[in-house]
């Protein structure tokens, strides 16, 4: 990253929140090793305001992924579509969904984020006379992989027809056991209650649910959101977005058992009951972690559905839980780091629910938040969020001394 890009970053982001000092904008290795006090200033790639660290521990981010060439098409007058979902195989292999691509109103420079256009028009940018949201895009690379630098590596052209269906808007999560030698790639799509199993390079091999069909049962799902797994390939999906309940399968993918309903009183849920059922993720010890996004809370049970505990994650109303995943130090001791798309930070907790450290700001520029929905690490400890509401995947690089407890950490994969 060149130190004059960082340098006007931080002047802007001067001028946004009013800090009156800034320390050198030097290049990335005049940071001294072991530099972590970051409480009351700013400092190279990390800009500090009233003790909110606005990127942790992390480099401010640059644009990323780079623009898409135009091999199979022109991609004059287009950007990146809504961001929902990113996981990192490897350092040179991060996998993203994207809810097709919209259009940029005339003028606009080349692959701007809808997020920095002026004025911003959301994730969604009209809606056609029958009610559908954001009817301007056009899907093409919903599926691609991209490297570390953010060039395209990987693409399924032969799957875009396959996400553009009237009633659908692209897929909500991808996803990796990381269980899996094989690594299939599932993709979980919302709006169409369906859950697919791709092998590695793009067969489809399994559909769970009944394409636009909304149900609870065996085979039939009420707009899904995430799915995460035992180390026996046992797997569970969290369903969903109007659906109330977490769904079990074997690892010969049979439907076992489902727990969870809707609130018998909404203005105080209890135990086993669901908002907005949004993402789920596994601790080492088989508790199975769900994002009860609407009641801004995260419920815990075991692999049985038998309820465990739960702890909130803000204010209901002011916290939503988007994206939940557990992630390990570098001692191995994990943590679960919520991306809250309603304050847009990224909040740690440990696994009995306790606060533990949170950074980040709202905000259209790169390093700021809108709609963080999916976060993933790879191995050189490259931390990308997805963004829904922005257009963009961000990539955030850790600085050089950072507090390893002020970082997201490992994920993990044991097919490295």
């Not at 849920?269 to 993402?279: K, L, Q, Y």
């Not at 809370?297 to 988007?322: A, Y």
Request: net charge negative; charged share 25%.
């Amino acid at each position: 990253m060149s130190s004059l890009f960082r340098c006007s970053r931080l002047l802007t982001l001067a001028a946004v929140v009013g800090v009156v000092s800034i320390m050198g904008c030097a290049p990335q290795d005049t940071v001294s090793e072991g530099e972590t006090d970051a409480v009351s200033h700013v400092q190279e790639g990390s800009l500090v305001h009233d003790g909110q660290e606005l990127f942790g521990h992390y480099y401010q981010p640059e644009p990323f992924p780079r623009p898409l060439p135009d091999d199979l098409h022109s991609h004059e007058g287009w950007t990146w579509g809504s961001m929902a979902a990113v996981f990192a195989e490897s350092p040179d292999r991060i996998w993203i969904a994207m809810r097709g691509e919209l259009p940029l109103p005339e003028g606009a420079e080349p692959w701007t984020p809808y997020s920095l256009l002026n004025p911003s028009r959301g994730n969604a940018p009209a809606t056609d006379d029958n009610g559908r949201r954001g009817y301007e895009r056009r899907y093409l690379h919903v599926m691609i992989a991209v490297n570390s630098e953010g060039e395209l590596v990987e693409s399924w052209p032969q799957h875009d027809e396959f996400f553009d269906v009237r009633g659908g808007r692209g897929p909500h999560k991808i996803k990796m056991s990381p269980y899996d030698d094989e690594k299939h790639i599932w993709v979980v799509d919302d709006n169409l209650h369906e859950i697919h199993k791709f092998t590695y390079d793009g067969e489809l091999v399994l559909t769970h649910g009944q394409r636009g069909v909304s149900g609870r049962g065996p085979n039939n799902f009420s707009r899904p959101t995430d799915i995460a797994w035992l180390p026996d390939g046992t797997y569970f999906i969290s369903d969903g977005y109007v659906g109330t309940r977490v769904a079990k399968f074997d690892t010969d993918d049979n439907f076992i058992m489902d727990w969870g309903q809707a609130p018998v009183d909404r203005t105080n849920p209890g135990p086993n009951e669901f908002n907005t059922v949004h993402a789920i993720t596994i601790s080492a010890d088989r508790l199975i972690y769900v994002s009860d996004r609407a009641h801004a809370r995260i419920q815990v049970f075991d692999e049985n559905g038998n309820f465990q505990f739960m702890f909130p994650t803000g204010q209901r109303g002011e916290s939503l839980p988007f994206a939940i995943e557990i992630f390990r130090d570098p001692t191995g001791e994990e943590f679960l780091w919520v991306a809250d798309g309603s304050s847009n930070r990224m909040l740690k907790y440990d696994l009995k629910g306790n606060y533990l450290y949170g950074w980040g700001t709202p905000g259209g520029d790169y390093g700021h938040f809108s709609g963080p929905h999916s976060l993933t690490t790879d191995q050189d400890g490259n931390l990308y969020i997805a963004e829904v509401f922005s257009g963009r995947v961000q990539k955030f690089v850790p600085r050089p001394g950072a507090d390893s407890a002020k970082l997201v950490g490992q994920q993990l994969r044991e097919w490295n």
